[in-house]
């Protein structure tokens, strides 16, 4: 089926029509379901029970039989899609990084490593933006979720997030239905998210019911109170910076912490990940004074990439740190920073 066809989509909807089709939250609070250790995240897709989850007023529970997603804003067709319309649409499957940008309440110093890599399922959103017919005057496109409630003691009436046109347009963004071949859950999303393959996952709005073409960036807490970044922080020359791409990133999944190598070679792997792909990866024994080249496989859609170095080693206790380039020069910081270098402490016997 194609959008141009009879029966392919629905009137536009009246104001906040959409949100006839949430129930309620549950839970109904935040709620916050950590990652695995690194050393438990070596297959190349995440299964959903290792994938961490962030929710930050609650999960929307949505009756399906009352979804809509509404496309509106500055478009000359502004249209709606039931649940059943936007399945009938051809899709697309992506393999992605995922990962959570961290609590917006606290400077950005700390890598939290909250981070899996999946498939996502469903339809291009360029596809249902073209069809709507953008006017010149669009430069964002807001995307709202069901859900609404209290976050950090701030309320907000949706969740509500932004992204630019062009990366709005870009083949890789999908409001999506599946995750790993399956039907996305409630606490996922489900049933239709937004997911923007490259950006931290804040960007990736679930419980998706709107998508508005807009002028300017979206006014509400979780794009101007929150993840709205400016660091370091209390510097007035220092502007307020949206939380879009992900920065390059790595970590190790082996030797776990704390490991017994037996033998001089030490095998060191683990997964790199930045928006635009990770070039370099290299591993230190010494904190950075000496650097062995690892091999990183090619980047294939937005995956997380696998490196691996082989090391000679004495016997003896060792800390190896690991640190990617992207494809844009920028590396990992030693120090402080969301995506600090990870540090694994092993032994050689
Ligand atoms: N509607 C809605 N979408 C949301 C959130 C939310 O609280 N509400 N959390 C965001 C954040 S911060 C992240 S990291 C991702 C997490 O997606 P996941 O729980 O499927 O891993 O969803 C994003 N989308
Ligand atoms: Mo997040």
Redesign the pocket.
Known sequence: MRLEDEGATSPPLQEDEERSAFVKLDPSTFFI?HPPPPHELGPSITDDEF??????????IVDESRYRISITGLVDNPYSLTLTQLHALPSTTITAF????GS?LVPPTKALR?I?NVTWTGVPLHVLLVYARPKVSGTYVWS????HGT?AGVEAD??Q?DLTLAKALGPEVLVAYA?NGQP?SK???GPV??VVPGW?????????CKLEVQDRRAEGP?TTTF?NEQYPPDDPTNPYKPVYGVQPNSMISSPEPEAEVVGAEVVVEGWAWSEDGVTTVDVSVDEGESWVDAKVEDRSELSWQRFRAKLELAKGRFVVLARAEGADGRVQPLGEGRNHVHRVAFEVV
């Open positions: 379901r994938l961490f989850q962030t929710i930050h007023m609650g999960a929307a995922h990962e959570c940008y917006p909250r899996g709202s979720g069901l859900d976050f949706r969740y997030k995750m996305l606490n996922r999303g998210r937004l931290f996952g804040t960007n990736s709005t679930k419980w998706l979780f993840y």
